[in-house]
């Protein structure tokens, strides 16, 4: 079993930056697809990025692309995503999620992943 736990949500205004953490408990996620997701009340969760714990390809979705960063710490078990260039768009609550393999395959589908963090929100206020 995996625990995941999300940090560093929080409230920012346009144009600013976060950083997201996603720290793995129970078991290590070397080796692991892990992603980001996204989600507002009432809408679907959207993929954000992901990428192999301990691989060199990332994956990002268009609406982030060049604006967001995801690493993978090996020393702590922890993948983060760096949030830049920070848009009113980009307020939701955001989730990291993992499963056994590799990304290139339906990175983006949120029904492939079988471990769930329970979330942190970002706002970012215009």
């Known amino acids: 079993q995996v625990h995941l736990v999300e940090s560093g949500g929080g409230s920012v205004q346009a144009g600013g930056s976060l950083r997201l953490s996603c720290a793995a408990s129970?078991?290590?996620?070397?080796?692991?697809?892990i992603a980001w997701f996204r989600q507002n009340p009432g809408q679907e969760r959207e993929a954000v990025a992901a990428?192999?714990?301990?691989?060199?390809?990332?994956y990002y979705a268009d609406s982030v692309q060049g604006r967001f960063e995801i690493t993978y710490d090996t020393t702590n078990d922890t993948m983060s995503l760096q949030m830049d260039s920070l848009k009113p768009e980009d307020t939701a609550q955001y989730y990291c999620?993992?499963?056994?393999?590799?990304?290139?395959?339906?990175?983006?589908?949120?029904?492939?992943?079988?471990?769930w963090g329970q979330g942190t929100q970002v706002t970012v206020s215009s």
């Open positions: 999620a993992a499963r056994t393999g590799d990304c290139w395959y339906g990175w983006s589908e949120a029904g492939r992943y079988d471990f």
């Open positions: 129970g078991r290590t996620t070397s080796g692991y697809c």
């Open positions: 990428r192999r714990a301990g691989g060199v390809i990332p």
